[in-house]
């Protein structure tokens, strides 16, 4: 049974996807050469050196779901990527009493890291409003927040087990499908 994802929800997995095979290795190739003396010379290519190996990567993933389904995949920003200032300010993104607490006009919120720039963009838009459409959530609030870093991540449902819900996601209402959901920039 996969597990059930929702758009704004924080959720951490342990993400196992199969190990790709090795690219293949060519055999060096031989040349011939014929010398101003009538003799051939051969030379052999030197072989390529060895593939580096895969990169380590931790399976165990905290993510903040974007879109739960969209082609098969589970479209997320992974929070692993994120330093923890930034991790604070997207889980006050999405909680509903921190918008609540600045469109009343109370600053610094409780709970709620104090910079200036969460203010700014809360007072601009509902995060939990603009994360029905995960393209302008992205491109409206992540992208420009989090400059010099890929966080976008996609993931096969099948690969993921034990799933853990961090924190419960405060959107209510449909999830647009535009097509293509994203675009690597």
Request: proline share 17%; with cysteine; aromatic share 8%.
């Amino acid at each position: 049974m996969l597990p059930r994802f929702q758009a704004g929800q924080f959720v951490t997995f342990n993400y196992n996807p199969p190990v790709k095979p090795p690219p293949k290795v060519r055999p060096p190739r031989t040349f011939r050469q014929r010398m101003p003396d009538g003799t051939i010379k051969t030379t052999v290519e030197p072989s390529p050196p060895p593939a580096p190996p895969p990169p380590p990567s931790d399976p165990n993933k905290e993510v903040l779901v974007l879109h739960p389904n969209w082609h098969n995949k589970l479209h997320a920003i992974d929070m692993k990527r994120l330093s923890p200032a930034e991790q604070q300010v997207c889980h006050a993104f999405m909680d509903p009493r921190v918008k609540a607490a600045v469109d009343a006009g109370q600053w610094p919120v409780e709970g709620a890291p104090p910079y200036p720039l969460l203010r700014d963009i809360l007072r601009r838009c509902d995060p939990t409003e603009l994360i029905k459409s995960p393209i302008a959530f992205y491109q409206q609030l992540i992208k420009p927040f989090i400059r010099g870093k890929d966080v976008y991540r996609q993931y096969h449902p099948q690969f993921i087990s034990n799933v853990h819900v961090v924190q419960e996601t405060k959107v209510v209402g449909h999830i647009t499908n535009p097509a293509p959901l994203f675009k690597k920039i």
